[in-house]
């Protein structure tokens, strides 16, 4: 792992990349920074200031982007950015909604077919950037003993509900853009170092969710949470930009 991460450390530090996000983004953020600290002689620019960003300048661009429970702000929002800052500047950008965008009440055929059309317009309108597609994070669901006296007893389980909707939401995703660069947080939250996932069933169907491990609050990541998934991150990234190389326009 620790030779890896570093040439992946180092892909993603020769690369021009926007991340929009809102709270779980930060912890990712947060994770990558912790996960390069070890290597100091990669110089990793990640940046919150799009003013800093120079044409041929290789950044980790990240911002806030939109309202949380309001997801199609947040389409708006990055595309705005785009638009309006980040012409000619980046060459990867990848959104992400957080798990507060997604619950147990949403139409999720409706937001994904909402966020398609607003993607897919960016996508057609910038073909010199490659747009990354994000998986929606996950909440914890709690199981044991009492978790199922109460489902026995008829008890509606919201935070199984919820991430129910959210799992409906990332196969949408995955099974749409088959043909796009995906980074799959929602798997990297629920799969252990052993490679075995978190999951719990309703209605015969196996759904995932958040390790408990991972998290203090059921949903944002602690410092184990977000190095695990931060590192899933970087070498996801690291092998999409592989994948699809941009010519560098200062080497061109």
């Given at each position: 792992?620790?030779?890896?991460?570093?040439?992946?450390?180092?892909?993603?530090?020769?690369?021009?990349?926007?991340?929009?996000?809102?709270?779980?983004?930060?912890?990712?953020?947060?994770?990558?920074?912790?996960?390069?600290?070890?290597?100091?002689?990669?110089?990793?620019?990640?940046?919150?200031?799009?003013?800093?960003?120079?044409?041929?300048?290789?950044c980790l661009l990240h911002t806030a982007v939109g309202k949380n429970t309001d997801p199609l702000s947040k389409c708006v929002d990055f595309g705005r950015i785009l638009d309006q800052q980040l012409i000619g500047k980046i060459d990867y950008a990848l959104l992400k909604f957080c798990y507060i965008d997604i619950n147990r009440d949403s139409d999720v055929t409706k937001l994904f077919e909402d966020f398609k059309r607003t993607m897919d317009d960016l996508i057609d309108r910038h073909p010199e950037i490659t747009f990354i597609h994000a998986t929606v994070p996950l909440r914890h669901s709690p199981g044991g003993l009492g978790v199922w006296i109460r489902e026995l007893l008829g008890r509606p389980n919201n935070s199984k509900l919820d991430n129910i909707k959210r799992n409906q939401f990332n196969h949408l995703l995955r099974t749409h853009y088959t043909q796009s660069p995906i980074v799959d947080i929602a798997a990297s939250e629920s799969t252990y170092p052993d490679g075995k996932r978190e999951t719990f069933k309703m209605d015969g169907q196996t759904y995932y969710s958040l390790i408990g491990e991972y998290t203090d609050d059921g949903g944002h990541l602690n410092e184990n949470g977000r190095r695990r998934v931060a590192s899933a991150f970087v070498r996801e990234l690291a092998q999409i930009i592989r994948n699809h190389p941009r010519i560098d326009p200062g080497r061109a």
């Open positions: 792992m620790p030779q890896s991460l570093e040439k992946d450390l180092q892909t993603l530090a020769d690369a021009r990349v926007f991340f929009g996000h809102q709270s779980v983004g930060k912890n990712i953020i947060a994770g990558i920074e912790e996960l390069s600290g070890d290597y100091q002689e990669i110089d990793l620019n990640i940046t919150g200031n799009s003013t800093e960003v120079g044409g041929t300048s290789c």
